[in-house]
T-cell receptor
Framework: EAGVVQSPRYKIIEKKQPVAFWCNPISGHNTLYWYRQNLGQGPELLIRYENEEAVDDSQLPKDRFSAERLKGVDSTLKIQPAELGDSAVYLC?????????????FGPGTRLTVT | GENVEQHPSTLSVQEGDSAVIKCTYSDSASNYFPWYKQELGKGPQLIIDIRSNVGEKKDQRIAVTLNKTAKHFSLHITETQPEDSAVYFCAASMGTYKYIFGTGTRLKVLA
């Protein structure tokens, strides 16, 4: 079974430019998460989707970040415009969803460098 | 809100020795505690987890213990091997999907 797929794996952009990350979760997983991981830190949740609905976006900087999961499967996270402080690894994770299912499975991440 | 502290930040052990990583959480409502292993350039991989109704769980060379009274949980790796070298993260969840991660422990197993 394929794991969580993310692309691109690496991205280097200049500040003020837009950037987008794509994620395809494990087949059948209804819950999708986007995390940001700064160097030397644990992942921090940005947004969580249940199917196509964003049920927790309290940590998403909405002035420049947006996300979508239109058909309840794959998802896109966008930053516009990017700032130097956005340099980090952006991780996507998925889980089955449903009561009592807590296990999250992570993709390899996209390493963003803003210059 | 929930806060998770993880120690040590780095740990070096000789191959074959045991390694122990400890985490402390702040919210007594937390009831799910996963551990992740992250190798360089890869995403975190779930290696073991424990729920609050269990005090200990083992999977081959890996074990996790939970002390709800003291609000801490630990990862134990026995007979360490070079391939165990990685960054390990603990996390706590209050029965929701929101994980609060620790800051990570870089484990080096010296051959």
């Amino acid at each position: 079974e394929a794991g969580v797929v993310q692309s691109p794996r690496y991205k280097i952009i200049e500040k003020k430019q837009p950037v987008a990350f794509w994620c395809n979760p494990i087949s059948g997983h209804n819950t999708l998460y986007w995390y940001r991981q700064n160097l030397g830190q644990g992942p921090e949740l940005l947004i969580r989707y249940e199917n196509e609905e964003a049920v927790d976006d309290s940590q998403l900087p909405k002035d420049r970040f947006s996300a979508e999961r239109l058909k309840g499967v794959d998802s896109t996270l966008k930053i516009q415009p990017a700032e130097l402080g956005d340099s980090a690894v952006y991780l996507c994770a998925s889980s089955l969803g449903g009561r009592g299912d807590y296990e999250q499975y992570f993709g390899p991440g996209t390493r963003l460098t803003v210059t | 809100g929930e806060n998770v502290e993880q120690h040590p930040s780095t740990l070096s052990v000789q191959e074959g020795d045991s390694a122990v990583i400890k985490c402390t959480y702040s919210d007594s409502a937390s009831n799910y505690f996963p551990w992740y292993k992250q190798e360089l350039g890869k995403g975190p991989q779930l290696i073991i987890d424990i729920r609050s109704n269990v005090g200990e769980k083992k999977d081959q060379r890996i074990a996790v213990t939970l002390n709800k009274t003291a609000k801490h949980f630990s990862l134990h790796i026995t007979e360490t091997q070079p391939e165990d070298s990685a960054v390990y993260f603990c996390a706590a969840s209050m029965g929701t999907y929101k994980y609060i991660f620790g800051t990570g422990t870089r484990l080096k197993v010296l051959a």
